[in-house]
């Protein structure tokens, strides 16, 4: 559980290493283990190492993190809601996938940091161009897979006054 404690997100990453990709295969697979709504299956993966896709993803959105400080990312892609039989979980079981993928990265010794995609209008419409999404599937997110040049180092955030108890 220390890797719970310890993660957080990373924005620079050592570009002379690159994560094997059976490792990201590792982490797609233990993104698999969060819970789903009746275990439907609502997500995909799409690993990025080809600097030539990265190198495309430099003209897309990417907050706090740009796309030329890591060489490695997962993309997250979210089933078409229509054709779900619990639509609008996927937000919930992409988000926890998510917090599987970050964690156990955390644990191999690797950074992350997640990029926001959905639910912005703008964002889903280029990334999805740019990953070719179709049959009303979508990238709901990203996530930045590395070796860190930052330490993950513990950042208690809790504060107890946020915990009520019967009532708010």
């Known amino acids: 559980m220390d890797a719970i404690k310890l993660r957080r997100s990373i924005r620079k990453y050592d570009l002379s290493k690159k994560v094997p990709y ?3 295969v590792e982490l797609c697979k233990y993104a698999s283990y969060a819970p789903t709504a009746r275990r439907q299956i609502d997500k995909e993966y799409i690993i990025v190492d080809d600097e030539k896709v990265i190198e495309k993803m430099k003209n ?3 907050g706090s993190l740009s796309y030329e400080d890591c060489n490695t990312y997962i993309v997250m892609v979210a089933k078409d809601p229509k054709k779900l039989y619990i639509a ?4 919930i079981d992409l988000g926890m996938a998510a917090e599987n993928v970050m964690i156990k990265a955390c644990e ?10 959905y639910p912005n209008e703008e964002r889903m419409k280029q990334f999805n161009s740019l990953f070719s999404m179709k ?4 990238v709901f997110g990203v996530i930045a897979v590395g070796y860190p040049l930052e330490e993950n180092k513990e950042w208690d ?3 107890p006054k946020t915990v009520h108890h019967n009532k708010y």
């Open 60 to 62: 897309l959105p990417h």
């Open 22 to 24: 059976d490792t990201l």
């Open 135 to 138: 049959d009303g599937d979508f």
């Open 88 to 91: 609008g979980m996927e937000p």
């Open 108 to 117: 191999l010794g690797l950074g992350t940091c997640y990029l926001g995609v």
């Open 157 to 159: 955030k809790f504060d």
